[in-house]
């Protein structure tokens, strides 16, 4: 979750959609810059280690358990 939205939203977003990964907070988009997002709704996934797996742009669920597999 970025800058772009509140700490308040990405709470509510974590407890409404019921994740069970951790999101990391950045209001100051530093981090997005380090991964090389650009824009919203860019999905980076990691494995356990921390080892970056993919990123690509749009939320894709079915492609985020690929990518964990």
């Not at 988009?29 to 356990?48: A, K, N």
């Amino acid at each position: 979750m970025g800058g772009l939205d509140s700490l308040d939203y990405a709470e509510e977003f974590q407890s409404s959609t019921g994740v069970t990964f951790e999101l990391y907070w950045d209001e100051t988009r530093d981090t997005w810059s380090e991964l090389g997002v650009g824009s919203q709704h860019t999905v980076v996934v990691f494995d356990r280690t921390g080892k970056q797996l993919n990123t690509w742009r749009g939320f894709d669920g079915q492609r985020i358990l690929d990518a964990l597999n």
